[in-house]
């Protein structure tokens, strides 16, 4: 029967994502899941051997399905939020802004005050030249972490290039306080 079929390949592709063979540990939790479309568990693993291969839509999709049968949910959005800042690193790194803008904004939703995702928008906004919402993400990260050299320096930038000299010494001061080797 189907169910069994399923297992059998559930079973096979934990095997194999234990002895670290994740391409066919994949195919073999593809099938489980082509035979049991609600089988949360191998897609929980599936999502595992994705994100090692560094498939992250692939990876995403498949915690998401997690999640969404209930299997591991806590594990599942942990995953989400790193995995959507990986993917999200990767497409600011080629330029795609956008694109990184909106995989950062879901990062936050399952770690809403992390001081790196906010920085990292912070750094797509400002290639997109929109300094508005640049300046907020970097205001958003050194709320998340009032130490954050990298975030303080990026708003004290912004404070210069607008000609508010006083808020822009303060903040590089708190950059340079952060982080002694930071010198601006």
Do not use: C, W
């Not at 073999?28 to 899941?33: M, T």
């Not at 990260?141 to 404070?159: R, S, T, W």
């Amino acid at each position: 029967n189907e169910n069994e079929e399923a297992l059998n390949h559930y079973r096979t592709g934990y095997e194999l994502l234990k002895k670290r063979n994740y391409r066919n540990a994949a195919i073999e939790l593809e099938q489980a899941i082509s035979l049991n479309a609600n089988y949360g568990e191998a897609y929980y693993l599936l999502a595992q051997a994705y994100n090692v291969l560094n498939e992250y839509n692939n990876a995403i999709d498949a915690y998401e399905k997690t999640r969404e049968l209930g299997v591991k949910p806590e594990k599942a959005a942990d995953a989400l939020a790193k995995l959507y800042n990986k993917s999200a690193i990767a497409s600011l790194q080629q330029r795609k802004y956008s694109e990184a803008i909106s995989l950062f904004a879901k990062a936050l939703q399952f770690d809403p005050n992390n001081a790196q995702t906010h920085y990292a928008m912070g750094l797509a906004y400002n290639g997109m030249r929109d300094e508005t919402k640049a300046k907020l993400a970097f205001e958003q990260a050194v709320k998340a972490d009032p130490k954050y050299a990298k975030a303080l320096n990026a708003l004290g930038d912004i404070q210069r290039r607008n000609h508010d000299y006083g808020p822009a010494a303060l903040t590089y001061q708190k950059a340079i306080d952060a982080d002694k080797t930071y010198m601006v």
